[in-house]
């Protein structure tokens, strides 16, 4: 069957399973849509009003859903005003796969109308990225793609096609997606072997559990591995929902804004397990008493990850799904009693009162249940709901953790909305974020999504001001963004629903009445603009060292 390099580009999709595309069109990628014209039978494509929040939309897609998230973008600006939304799904090792429009190949290198080099700007920035000149290869690229972008460790895979490549034609022949494994596992029994020695004779361990728990979907086997053994699990910010965090053993987010138990369980340990983890600088602080007194495992799928952040005295590279199955069956079952109870001792009991974050997200608990799947912002907002969201299932909180792309949260829920419409979507956002790229409440109204913003409005670029409050002297610059946008009038203008509250009853009646309507609302709340997030570890310091208020 001859089909032009737009209708292969789909029909290879297809094979690969995919009916969501989050785009924009534009002139290089007008025969791409203009083949999707006749696909809408099986595609839904979310027309975003930026490229930036097509991108995040695919990334929200593709981090809820487990599935690869696919955007499409023309070239020049349209193409460019994907870099952030790839260079997140980068840094927090998403599988996306963006397909480009590039200019015809006879005006190539000519400074022609629109024309970028997207495959030079997003090297560094892609798992790996392909320039499409023949229409004879684009089939098999676009299946490597996929390949590229879900094995291993997965991460977001850039095809730039030119104009004339989506016109010509050629043979296309269906192919079977085989079914294989996506995650290798390399190391050797021996290793397994030896990591349970360790663990069996520790009487201090801590599993540093990461978002590769997520990924590998073995939320199921951690859980086996953590309990069987009665070893505490601190969680990185990827990796929250991991493990449920209303359990006993579970002791939240360490690192820069971690729990007190969480981060002194670390620095007392005797063996520290990580598990699809990087040991960031966010988390360690500084690597040499980052368990200063531990043997260190990790567990990981990517090579280049150990020892990159931090000596390790052993590695199992592989898929963690199937070594903590492994390794759990060679687990000794402990009480480790003694020192579950000195972890006890270094918890901090201190309720908030009033309308502050903490109370805020205990409200939205209650009243949205655990299935909701929360995304965030960047900044106070989203490490207090890290820190004070009792996240219970992996794929339920999504945040930038990585590049901290304020402006991500608002796409990232229009996409895990569009992956789970069954599902709650609750989107946090501060207001600098939220002013960033509100301009996808259009998306939001344009496809009906009944999801709910908490707009966090303290009338400030939090997170820096709480940085200038601590370490530069209270000397505010440029973060207060007071009284300047009415957001009721604006939400009303998208034609969504808004509402401002300034206490816990009201919050509560809102969330409801949200709920109730099914429509897309913005509850914005009203805070302090000197509302710090505690505990924190300043930058540079070692993570014992806790600031708490
Ligand atoms: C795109 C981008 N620009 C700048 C920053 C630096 N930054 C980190 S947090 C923050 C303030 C965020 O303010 P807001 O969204 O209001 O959230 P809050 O901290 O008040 O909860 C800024 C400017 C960033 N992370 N991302």
Known sequence: MKLTGAEIVLECLK??????????????????????????????????????????????????????????????????NTVTGIATAYMDSVPLVVITGQVPANLLGKDSFQEVDIT??????????????????LADVIRDAFKIAESGRPG????????????????????????????????SNKEIIKAADLINQSSKPVIYAG??????????????????????????????????????????????????????AVCGSDLIIAIGARFSDRVIGIAEEFGPKAKVIHIDIDASEIGKNKDVDLWILGDVKRVLADLTDMLSTKDRKEWLEKIEDFKVNKEKTGFHAENILACAHK????????TTEVGQHQMWTAQHFPFKNPRTFISSGGLGTMGY?????????????????????GDGSFRMNCNELATVAKYKLPMITLLFNNQTLGMVRQWQKMFCHKRYA??????????????EAYGLRGEKVDNLLDLEDALRRAIQSGKGT????????????????????PIHNIILE
């Open 15 to 80: 094979e690969q399973d995919v009916d969501k595309i989050f785009g924009y069109p534009g002139g290089a990628v007008i025969p791409l849509y203009d083949a999707l014209y006749d696909k809408m039978d099986h595609f839904d494509h979310i027309l975003t009003a930026h490229e930036q929040g097509a991108s995040h939309g695919a990334d929200g897609y593709a981090r809820s859903t487990g599935k690869v998230g696919v955007c499409f973008a023309t070239s020049g600006p349209g193409a460019t």
């Open 120 to 137: 030079g700007i997003t090297l560094p920035i892609t798992k790996h990225n392909y320039f499409v000149k023949d229409v004879e290869k």
């Open 156 to 187: 977001p895979v850039l095809i730039d096609i030119p104009k004339n490549v989506f016109l010509e034609k050629t043979t296309y022949v269906k192919k079977e997606v085989l079914k294989e494994n996506k995650r290798a596992c390399t190391s």
């Open 211 to 264: 978002g590769g728990i997520v990924l590998s979907e073995a939320a199921n086997e951690l859980y086996e591995f953590a309990t069987k053994g009665n070893i505490p699990v601190v969680n990185t910010l990827m990796g929250l929902g991991s493990f449920p965090r209303d359990h006993d053993l579970s002791l939240g987010l360490v690192g820069m804004h971690g729990m007190r138990d969480a981060n002194l």
């Open 367 to 374: 009243v949205l249940g655990d299935e909701t799947i929360v």
């Open 409 to 429: 949260g608002l796409g990232a829920a229009i996409g895990a909305q569009v992956g789970n419409p069954d599902k709650r979507v609750l989107h946090i956002a």
């Open 478 to 491: 440029e973060t207060d963004i007071t009284q300047e946008v009415d957001y009721m009038k604006l939400v």
């Open 522 to 541: 913005v509850i914005e709340c009203l805070l302090s603009k000197d509302d710090c997030v505690f505990p924190m570890v300043p930058p540079g310091a």
